[in-house]
Nanobody
Framework: QLQLVESGGGLVQPGGSLRLSCAAV??????IGWFRQAPGKEREGVSC????????NYADSVKGRFTISRDNTKNTVYLQMNSLKPEDTAVYYC????????????????WGQGTQVTVSS
């Protein structure tokens, strides 16, 4: 059982930045996705990164503002979020897929507990 631990959420003003982290003991064996769920809305995929870090994908709503990266020496994946907007407010989850490349949301096998991101003035 892989245990994912997210951190880095918080309250930030519009236009601000946050960096989320997702860590696990053997994270470097998995493709990693970031997902978010706002109150009353369905969960949506935000970004994902392949096992090697060579392939990344982003939702249209965050392209140009968010950057996903990984440090396999530290078993950690990061989501750098810049130019945050109120509509980015959600609980953010990282998830692990035992694959070289990213997959669909239902394919992710392990999920973290989530970290709250609130963008408000």
């Amino acid at each position: 059982q892989l245990q994912l631990v997210e951190s880095g959420g918080g309250l930030v003003q519009p236009g601000g930045s946050l960096r989320l982290s997702c860590a696990a003991v053997t994270l470097n064996y998995y493709a990693i996705g970031w997902f978010r769920q706002a109150p009353g809305k369905e969960r949506e995929g935000v970004s994902c990164i392949s096992r090697s870090g060579g392939i990344t994908n982003y939702a249209d709503s965050v392209k140009g503002r968010f950057t996903i990266s990984r440090d396999n020496t530290k078993n950690t994946v990061y989501l750098q979020m810049n130019s945050l907007k109120p509509e980015d407010t959600a609980v953010y989850y990282c998830a692990a897929l035992p694959s070289i490349i990213c997959g669909l949301s239902y394919e992710y096998k392990y999920w973290g507990q989530g970290t709250q991101v609130t963008v408000s003035s």
